[in-house]
């Protein structure tokens, strides 16, 4: 059965650092944008980064612009997301969503939270 697999939460300072990464069980990242979404509590969820499959060309949010990184390495069938100077409004679960045509994966969701 396909699915995704987020690892890589956790707690951190403000101004720390977290790599999540997004690992695909059962189908070939490569072929799939993939995005980075985060929802934190009693808020919508939001879309955080993603990366076309077509082009590899990126999005950001306007919130996270220069601070994280979204990449793949499609020998590890993994896209990761870096997250630098990290703040306590990036306290959130984040999710990644593979999406290739009308097919469409979700992760489970990881806990990120920014606290000192």
């Known amino acids: 059965q396909s699915h995704l697999v987020e690892s890589g939460g956790g707690l951190v300072q403000p101004g720390g650092s977290l790599r999540l990464s997004c690992a695909g069980s059962g189908f070939a990242l490569d072929l799939y944008s993939i995005g980075w979404f985060r929802q934190a509590p009693g808020k919508e969820r939001e879309g955080v980064s993603c990366?076309?499959?077509?082009?590899?060309?990126?999005y950001y949010a306007d919130s996270v612009k220069g601070r994280f990184t979204i990449s793949r390495d499609n020998a590890k069938n993994t896209v990761y997301l870096q997250m630098n100077d990290l703040k306590p409004e990036d306290t959130a679960v984040y999710y990644c969503?593979?999406?290739?045509?009308?097919?469409?994966?979700w992760g489970q969701g990881i806990q990120v939270a920014v606290s000192s």
């Open positions: 990366v076309s499959s077509r082009d590899s060309s990126t």
């Open positions: 969503y593979a999406r290739l045509g009308t097919e469409a994966y």
